[in-house]
């Protein structure tokens, strides 16, 4: 995982848009429709497409704030999975 620094995580929000390679607005839509669906609080996009440095062989990387009052067990390894 690529060091986090504040200036480069912005939150997954309703338009992202990139200089380089971009995250077209139905793959945001599918992630946030996903996340939606588990116990997450906050998701954040960061790595090379949120510093506009992807290109066709980059993965999209998302860190999750997980809600820990409700129970995750195996469905954190799923999502892992699914993502």
Request: aromatic letters at 10%; one cysteine or more.
């Amino acid at each position: 995982m690529d060091p986090i620094c504040l200036s480069l995580v912005y939150e997954i929000t309703e338009t992202v848009i990139f200089v380089g390679m971009r995250l077209d607005e139905s793959k945001i839509a599918s992630i946030k429709a996903y996340l939606k669906t588990r116990p997450v609080l906050k998701a954040y996009l960061f790595g090379s497409y949120a510093r506009g440095q992807a290109d066709q062989h980059s993965d999209i990387d998302i860190l999750v704030d997980l809600d820990y009052s409700k129970k995750i067990g195996l469905e954190f390894i799923q999502m892992q999975i699914d993502l």
